[in-house]
C-alpha cells in the first residue's frame, strides 16, 4: 500500500510563506516524477510544479520565481517553498507520485495525497 500525506498547509497573510512537505510510504517503492498541484472548489486541478527523480522542475507560469519544488529522495518527500503568497494561490494543495513498486507490478502507478488547505488572506 503506498500512501502520500501532506503537511505544511495554513493560514497566511498576503506577501507571507509557507513549505509544504509530502512524505511517500511503502513497500520496495521507486519514486519517478512527484509534483504539486492545487485545486479551488468549483474548478479544475491545476499543475502547480513537478521534479523528476534527476532534480528537473518544471512549474506553472502563475508561480515562476516565487514557488520552489525539491525533493530528498533518501526520505521519499517532495517539499514546496512558497513565496510572496498572494490571494489567488488559496487553494488545496495535492501532492502527486509516480510510484513504481518491481517486487510487485511491472508498471507505474500514479497516487495522489489527500490535500493540504493553503489560504492566504488579503
Known amino acids: 500500500q503506498v500512501q502520500l500525506v501532506e503537511s505544511g498547509g495554513d493560514l497566511v497573510q498576503a506577501g507571507g510563506s509557507l513549505r509544504l512537505s509530502c512524505a511517500v510510504s511503502?513497500?520496495?517503492?521507486?519514486?519517478?516524477?512527484m509534483g504539486w498541484y492545487r485545486q479551488v472548489l468549483g474548478k479544475q486541478r491545476e499543475l502547480v510544479a513537478t521534479?523528476?527523480?534527476?532534480?528537473?522542475?518544471n512549474y506553472a507560469d502563475s508561480v515562476e520565481g516565487r514557488f520552489s519544488i525539491s525533493r530528498d529522495n533518501g526520505k521519499n518527500t517532495v517539499y514546496l517553498q512558497m513565496n510572496s503568497l498572494k490571494p489567488e494561490d488559496t487553494a488545496l494543495y495535492y501532492c502527486?507520485?509516480?510510484?513504481?513498486?518491481?517486487?510487485?507490478?511491472?508498471?507505474?502507478?500514479?497516487?495522489w495525497g489527500q490535500g493540504t488547505q493553503v489560504t492566504v488572506s488579503s
Open positions: 502527486n507520485a509516480d510510484v513504481f513498486q518491481p517486487n510487485y507490478r511491472a508498471y507505474v502507478i500514479n497516487y
Open positions: 521534479i523528476t527523480s534527476g532534480g528537473s522542475a
Open positions: 511503502g513497500r520496495a517503492i521507486i519514486i519517478n516524477t
